[in-house]
């Protein structure tokens, strides 16, 4: 899917059709190329616009889950497989909970679910610690937005600081 033919921007279409951004208040959304080094740009990026903002440890937590969930993306969807693909995440808080979203283009051939990881394997991991650690998670579909891996994570002061948009420049919906 190419940014020529979304209609919408993905964050918005994802928050159109799900009722988990209800309850939260929106602190910034990104687009990422879908390619490994992304993984780290997210990274930093959800670091500096979170931090301040949730506990350490929660924004620690945050990263390492982030960092699985993006990965996942630019590997198994057609964010990293497709040329022009790209990885978008969402940062939202409300009611004690720091909300992160990821939303990729999809693939024809896979969806996200948690893989019985072999012990000598380095991989598959990913969704396994994002099922443990996490306060909830799922995934979501939409034919025009892609694929949604989203969780929580709780933390007792993401309610108290004030909005903020963060994006990266030239990140904006297309």
């Known amino acids: 899917m190419s940014g020529s033919q979304r ?39 959800v670091r500096d616009l979170l ?3 949730i506990a350490d440890a929660v924004l620690d937590d945050v990263v390492l889950l982030l960092s699985e969930v ?8 057609d964010s990293g497989r497709a040329p022009g693909g790209s990885v978008m995440v969402c940062l939202g808080v409300g ?12 693939s024809a ?11 000598d394997s380095d991989g598959g991991r990913g969704l396994f610690l994002v099922e443990v650690m996490a306060a909830g998670w799922g995934t979501h579909h939409d034919d025009e937005a ?6 929580h994570l709780a933390d007792a002061t993401s309610g108290t600081s004030a909005p903020a948009e963060g994006r990266l420049p030239g990140s904006a919906c297309r």
């Open 109 to 119: 051939t896979s969806v996200p679910f948690i893989h019985a990881a072999n012990a």
């Open 51 to 53: 931090s301040g903002r």
């Open 95 to 106: 009611g004690g909970l720091v909300h992160v979203e990821v939303i990729d283009d999809g």
């Open 146 to 151: 892609g694929n949604a891996v989203w969780f």
């Open 7 to 45: 209609t919408v921007c993905r964050h918005e279409r994802q928050r159109a059709t799900s009722t988990r951004w209800g309850a939260l208040r929106l602190l910034g959304h990104a687009e990422f190329p879908g390619t490994p080094y992304s993984v780290s740009t997210a990274r930093l990026w």
């Open 70 to 77: 993006v990965t996942n993306a630019v590997v198994h969807s």
